[in-house]
T-cell receptor
Framework: DQQVKQNSPSLSVQEGRISILNCDYT??????FLWYKKYPAEGPTFLIS?????DKNEDGRFTVFLNKSAKHLSLHIVPSQPGDSAVYFC?????????????FGTGTRLTIIP | DAMVIQNPRYQVTQFGKPVTLSCSQT?????MYWYQQKSSQAPKLLFH???????NEADTPDNFQSRRPNTSFCFLDIRSPGLGDAAMYLC??????????????FGAGTRLSVL
């Protein structure tokens, strides 16, 4: 039972345009959400996160939006750059004491077209 | 730079021949994790250590074991690798989740092939 779903395996976007990556979750206990970026031959690196008490978090070109009622979050990248080409993983967790685990989605491969 | 280092990057083993993958960290983080990731799938948590406390996932096969001799090192032992164990193995670390919100730092992974 996949609790975090990224339904688009791949996405291509023109350089300079907006990239929107989507993620859905089913577990209502999740209260913290993270996006990781992975280049080939490297491990995933943390990109941006959001707590369930917020609906938006922004860091430079990256913004994550959370819609709790729809159990949906999205990552917006504006403007998209060639270096953004990577696989993006959505992850979720509950921040209650004693929980150290993340649940990951299957990833979306983003390709930025010059 | 502080980091998470996995060795080797590529490992080839024979069916049934024990293999050990290693992970070291210079971040001094409390928690260390091992994930298995197969092509086009989500990273799957195998187990993790919170300091010396070992936490096994319910669906992790007995074939997979782990050791954490000190804060810096963690090993993944596969006692009798099968063809289905060919995958990327990722090590990650995090600080106390109460502080870090479970932000994990990953190594580059070890790609295991089983012949």
């Amino acid at each position: 039972d996949q609790q975090v779903k990224q339904n688009s395996p791949s996405l291509s976007v023109q350089e300079g345009r907006i990239s929107i990556l989507n993620c859905d979750y089913t577990n209502s206990m999740f209260d913290y959400f993270l996006w990781y970026k992975k280049y080939p031959a490297e491990g995933p690196t943390f990109l941006i996160s959001i707590s369930s008490i917020k609906d938006k978090n922004e860091d430079g070109r990256f913004t994550v939006f959370l819609n709790k009622s729809a159990k949906h979050l999205s990552l917006h990248i504006v403007p998209s750059q060639p270096g953004d080409s990577a696989v993006y993983f959505c992850a979720a967790t509950t921040t209650n004491f004693g929980n150290e685990k993340l649940t990951f989605g299957t990833g979306t491969r983003l390709t930025i077209i010059p | 730079d502080a980091m998470v280092i996995q060795n080797p990057r590529y490992q080839v083993t024979q069916f049934g021949k024990p293999v050990t993958l290693s992970c070291s960290q210079t971040l001094n983080h409390n928690v260390m994790y091992w994930y298995q990731q197969k092509s086009s799938q989500a990273p799957k948590l195998l187990f993790h250590y919170y300091d010396k406390d070992f936490n096994n996932e319910a669906d992790t096969p007995d074939n997979f074991q782990s050791r954490r001799p000190n804060t810096s090192f963690c090993f993944l032992d596969i006692r009798s690798p099968g063809l289905g164990d060919a995958a990327m193995y990722l090590c990650a670390t995090s600080r106390d989740p109460g502080v870090s919100k479970n932000i994990q730092y990953f190594g580059a992974g070890t790609r295991l092939s089983v012949l």
